[in-house]
C-alpha cells in the first residue's frame, strides 16, 4: 500500500490522540504514512491514558476514513441563486456572514438566531467559542442532539438530585443496563473489558433489558427480553417490587431523600403481575431481578436510548431513578456518583420555553422534534437564521423531509463542518474547518469516578490549506461583528507577553468583572493568550477560562490530583498540566464521601434545598398512573416496530462518511427477526420494501429485531448524484416529529410503527 519515497510505518514514530467516533475518545497512538505522509496508517490504543488505558475497540483502527474522507470541503462555499456553489476567499465569507447575520439581528432581533450543535462526539471546543459569537449575535436559542436523548433524565435528574449522575460499573456487584448495548456503543470507559469482567464473575450479576439478545445480552446473567416499547411497565414492575417486598435501604432514605411516602403510595398499588404481562416478560425473572438489585451490596446502572427514544422516555428515566435510589444506591462505593466536570454540556434545568411553539427548553436545548416547528411559521419570533456546526441536522433529526424544508426556508443558513454533508448542502454559505487530527481538540464527555480526566490533543497534521480551526473561524466573526474592544485587546495581549501571572490579573480586572465582555471570553482568551501557547494549541486557550472556573468549584478534588491552592493557582497549575500533557492527565480524584454532598435536591417551589434528594415527582407520579390502560394497540397496517437507528459495529452516527469504511454490514441491512422473515417469505439479503407513516423505501434484510442502523443512507457528491444516497438507509427518512415524549419533546426512534413487504 506504501510506496517508494514515503517513511515506512514502522520507523514513524507513534503520536498520541484520540479515537473521535464515540463518546469515550479513547487515547489513541497514530503512525501516519501514505503518499503524502497524512494518512493515518497504524493506530492503536494508548497505554498510557489515563483513562482508556490502552482498550480501543475495532473503530478506531479505520479512523483514516474520517481523515481522508469523502466529501471534504476546503474552502468556503457560498450558494448561487441556482443551489450550486461557488468558492469564496475566507476574508469575503466572513465579511458577507457577519454582515447578514447583525442585519437579521439588527432588524428582528438577536433572539432570531439559532445555533444547532457545537460538538459531535469528540470535539467540544468549537461550542466553547460559538457562545462568543452567539453573544455577539445576541442569539439566544441553541440545541444539539443532546435534546434528542438525554434532555429527560437531565430534567428529572436535576428536579430529584440537582445533579447529573454516572454508574461505577468496574466496581459494582450488580450492573443494569436498560436499553443500551455497551458492547457496541460503548459510553463507559474499557466497555468491554468491564462487561466481560462482571459476566464472568461468580458474585456479580449483569442484568440487561433489551428486546433483542444483543452482544451485551448474550453475557448477561439475565436478560429480560422486553417487548418493543414495554419497558414503562417493566421498570414500573421492578419499582413496585423493591417496595411492595420491602427491598428500601430506609437508612439512606430516611438520612438522604424527601417524599418517601408518596411514592410507597404509589408504587404500592401497581398490579406487577399486570405489567409483566404488558411488558411481554416473565414475573418470575422481573421478581429475580428485582431481589437482585435491592439486596446487592451496590448497583450501577444505565438507561439509554431503548428507553430514551421511545414512548414515556421521561417517566421511565424517573422511574429508573427510583429503583436504585429506594435501594440506597447513591453514593455508595459501586454504585451511582456525580461526577466532577470541566464543562456541564447541560444541567437539566427548565428555566423557559421555546418562543413560538412553547416547548419546554430543558438545558438550554430545544427540543430538536421540534426545531422545524419554530421555523415553518409566519410568527413574528420563528428562528429566521441558523448557525449549524459539527452536526448534521438534514440527516440525524426525525422527519428529515421537513428538517430540509425548515432549513430551506431560512433567510439564513452557515454550516460549519469538514464535510459538504446534506445539511451543508443547505447552506447559505459553508465554513470548512480543520478536523480534529488538524488541530488541537478536546472533549467536555470527562465524568469518570473517581479520578477524573482531560485529554487535549495536539494536531497530528498541518490543515491543507483553506480549512480553519472553529476558535479561528469564531474570533474572525466576533471581530467583524465589531464584538471586540481594541484597547482590551491591546492591554491583554500586552500583559500575556510578561507571563501568566500577568495576564490573570489582567483578565480577570478586565474581563472577567464585566459581564458583557464575560461573554466574549473564549476568543478573547484565544487571541490573547492563544499565541503564547506552544504550536498549534492556541485553541486551548478556553481552557484557561474553564480550569479556573474548574478549580473555584471542586478545590479538594483538585489537590487530591496535585494542584493544590487557592483557585487561581490550582486553575493555573492545571491548565499547564492539560497543554502539557498530549495524552491526558487526571484533572481531579474524588472519594465516595463526595458524592451525597453533591445532591441539591430542588424542592415544589424551586428553592434550593441542599443535600436532599426528592423523591416525588407530583407530575411524574400522576403519569405513572396512566399506565394502568396498558399498552397503546397496534395499528394493524404497520403490526412492526421498527427501532430507527441502532448502534453496530461499523456505524459513527455520521463523522465517517465512506460506507467503505464498514468492514461488513456495508449496506446497512434491516434486522429481521428469523420468524417475521419466513412468515414474510424474506430470506437474508432480499430486498423488502418498509414503510412507516411517514416515508417508505427498500431495505436489505438480515436475520435480527426489525432493526435499521444509523448514521447511514449518507448522500455521496463524489459520485455525482447527491440525491442518491450509498450505503443503505437514512433512518429518519421514515421518522415523524409528532412522535415525541410529552414532557420534553425527546424522539421515538425506537418504536416506530412500521410495515414490511416482499419486493
Ligand atoms: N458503534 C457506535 N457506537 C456509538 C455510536 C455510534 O453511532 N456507533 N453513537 C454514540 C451515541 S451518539 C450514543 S447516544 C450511544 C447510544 O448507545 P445505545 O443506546 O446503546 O445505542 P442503540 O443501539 O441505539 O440502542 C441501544 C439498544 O436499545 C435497544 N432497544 C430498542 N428498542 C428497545 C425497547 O423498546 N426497549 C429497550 N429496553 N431497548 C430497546 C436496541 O435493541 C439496542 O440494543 O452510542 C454511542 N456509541
Ligand atoms: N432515527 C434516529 N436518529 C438519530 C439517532 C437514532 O438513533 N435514530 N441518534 C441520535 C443521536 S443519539 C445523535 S448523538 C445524533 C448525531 O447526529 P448529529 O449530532 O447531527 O451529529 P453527527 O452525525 O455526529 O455529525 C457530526 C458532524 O460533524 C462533522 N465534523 C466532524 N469533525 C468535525 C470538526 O472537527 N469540525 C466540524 N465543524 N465538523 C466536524 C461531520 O462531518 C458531521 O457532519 O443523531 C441522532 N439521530
Ligand atoms: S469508537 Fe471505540 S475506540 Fe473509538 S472512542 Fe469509541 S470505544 Fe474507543
Ligand atoms: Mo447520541
Known amino acids: 500500500m506504501l510506496c517508494g519515497m514515503t517513511v515506512e510505518p514502522h520507523h514513524a514514530p ?15 497512538e497514530v503512525q501516519l504514512g501514505g503518499d503524502d505522509g497524512r494518512r493515518l496508517v497504524r493506530v492503536r490504543g494508548d497505554r498510557q491514558h489515563p483513562a482508556s488505558r490502552g482498550y480501543v475497540c475495532e473503530k478506531a483502527q479505520r479512523l483514516d476514513y474520517y481523515q481522508n474522507g469523502r466529501d471534504r470541503v476546503l474552502y468556503p462555499q457560498r450558494r448561487r441563486p441556482d443551489g450550486t456553489y461557488e468558492t469564496i476567499d475566507w476574508d469575503t465569507a466572513i465579511s458577507e456572514v457577519a454582515a447578514r447575520l447583525a442585519g437579521i439581528r439588527d432588524t428582528h432581533g438577536g433572539e432570531s438566531i439559532f445555533y444547532y450543535g457545537g460538538g459531535g462526539q469528540g470535539n467540544h471546543l468549537p461550542g466553547a467559542y460559538a457562545a462568543a459569537t452567539r453573544r455577539a449575535l445576541g442569539s439566544r436559542y441553541r440545541s444539539n442532539a443532546l435534546a434528542q436523548e438525554k434532555t429527560g433524565e437531565f430534567w428529572v435528574s436535576h428536579r430529584m438530585l440537582g445533579a447529573h449522575t454516572r454508574g461505577d460499573f468496574e466496581g459494582c456487584e450488580v450492573a443494569v443496563f436498560l ?32 428486546p433483542r439478545r444483543t452482544r451485551t445480552a448474550a453475557l448477561a446473567d439475565i436478560h429480560l427480553q422486553v417487548r418493543p416499547g414495554g419497558d414503562p411497565w417493566l421498570v414500573a414492575a421492578m419499582a413496585a417490587i423493591v417496595v411492595q417486598e420491602d427491598l428500601l435501604d430506609r437508612e439512606f432514605l430516611q438520612a438522604n431523600a424527601d417524599g418517601l ?11 406487577v403481575a399486570d405489567y409483566c404481562g404488558y411488558a411481554g416478560v416473565p414475573e418470575a425473572s ?7 438489585i435491592g439486596r446487592a451490596r451496590s448497583v450501577a446502572s444505565f438507561e439509554d436510548l431503548g428507553v430514551q427514544m421511545n414512548r414515556h422516555s421521561t417517566l421511565v428515566s424517573y422511574m429508573h431513578r427510583l429503583v436504585w435510589l429506594l435501594t440506597g444506591n447513591l453514593g455508595r462505593e459501586g454504585s451511582q456518583y456525580v461526577p466532577t466536570s470541566m464543562v456541564a454540556l447541560a444541567d437539566g434545568a427548565h428555566k423557559r420555553d421555546s418562543p413560538v411553539v412553547g416547548a419546554r427548553i430543558i438545558g438550554g436545548l430545544v427540543p430538536c422534534n421540534r426545531i422545524a416547528d419554530e421555523i415553518l411559521t409566519d410568527h413574528p419570533a420563528r428562528y429566521r437564521a441558523m448557525i449549524i456546526e459539527t452536526a448534521n441536522p438534514a440527516h440525524s433529526l426525525a422527519d428529515s423531509p421537513r428538517v430540509r424544508e425548515a432549513l ?39 465524568v469518570e469516578f473517581p479520578h477524573n480526566t482531560f485529554h487535549l490533543r495536539r494536531p497530528l497534521l498541518d490543515a491543507p490549506p483553506g480549512p480553519l480551526p472553529e476558535a479561528e473561524i469564531h474570533a474572525r466573526l466576533c471581530e467583524a461583528l465589531g464584538a471586540l474592544d481594541a484597547d482590551l485587546m491591546g492591554a491583554l495581549r500586552v500583559a500575556a507577553a510578561k507571563g501568566r501571572a500577568a495576564f490573570a490579573a489582567a483578565f480577570m480586572a478586565q474581563v472577567s468583572a464585566r459581564p458583557a465582555t464575560a461573554g466574549l471570553a473564549p476568543v478573547i482568551l484565544y487571541r490573547t493568550l492563544g499565541p503564547t501557547l506552544p504550536h498549534g494549541l492556541a485553541p486551548a486557550a478556553v481552557l484557561w477560562g474553564l480550569a479556573m472556573r474548574f478549580a473555584a468549584r471542586h478545590p479538594e478534588s483538585l489537590a487530591r490530583a496535585g494542584f493544590p491552592g487557592p483557585p487561581p493557582i490550582a486553575g493555573e497549575a492545571l491548565f499547564e498540566a492539560i497543554v502539557s500533557s498530549p495524552r491526558g492527565v487526571v484533572i481531579s480524584v474524588d472519594d465516595w464521601g463526595d458524592v451525597l454532598p453533591r445532591v441539591g435536591g430542588v424542592a415544589a417551589h424551586g428553592t434550593a434545598r441542599p443535600r436532599r434528594i426528592q423523591l416525588a415527582l407530583d407530575d411524574l407520579l400522576t403519569e405513572m398512573k396512566l399506565l394502568g390502560g396498558g399498552p397503546p394497540p397496534r395499528d394493524r397496517g404497520f403490526p412492526f416496530t421498527l427501532s430507527a437507528g441502532e448502534r453496530r459495529s461499523f456505524t459513527a452516527n455520521t463523522i465517517v462518511r465512506h460506507p467503505g469504511w464498514r468492514r461488513r454490514d456495508g449496506e446497512g441491512a434491516l434486522r429481521v427477526s428469523p420468524s417475521d422473515a419466513r412468515a414474510l417469505g424474506l430470506a437474508a439479503g432480499d430486498s423488502a420494501r418498509l414503510t412507516t407513516r411517514t416515508g417508505s423505501c427498500v431495505v436489505t434484510v438480515h436475520p435480527g429485531h426489525i432493526s435499521l442502523p ?24 421514515l421518522t415523524a416529529a409528532e412522535d415525541r415524549d410529552r414532557f420534553v419533546g425527546t424522539p421515538w426512534h425506537k418504536c416506530v410503527p412500521a410495515r414490511l413487504e416482499p419486493v
Open 261 to 271: 411516602d408518596a411514592v410507597v403510595e404509589a408504587l404500592t398499588e401497581i398490579p
Open 179 to 210: 436499553g443500551k448495548n455497551p458492547w457496541l456503543s460503548h459510553s463507559i470507559p474499557r466497555a468491554r473489558v468491564t462487561l466481560k469482567a462482571i459476566s464472568k464473575d461468580p458474585a456479580r450479576t449483569l442484568i440487561v433489558i433489551d
Open 408 to 446: 430551506g426556508a431560512l433567510d439564513t443558513l452557515v454550516v460549519i463542518d469538514v464535510a459538504m454533508t446534506e445539511t451543508a448542502r443547505l447552506a447559505d454559505y459553508v465554513l470548512p474547518a480543520s478536523t480534529q487530527y488538524e488541530k488541537a481538540e478536546a472533549t467536555f464527555f470527562n
Open 710 to 733: 444509523n448514521g447511514t443512507g449518507l448522500s455521496n457528491l463524489e459520485a455525482g448524484s447527491p440525491e442518491e444516497p450509498s450505503g443503505g438507509t437514512a433512518p429518519n427518512e
Open 286 to 292: 422481573v421478581r429475580r431481578a428485582a431481589g437482585v
Open 14 to 28: 507513534w503520536l498520541p490522540s484520540a479515537c473521535v467516533l464515540c463518546e469515550c475518545n479513547c487515547g489513541v
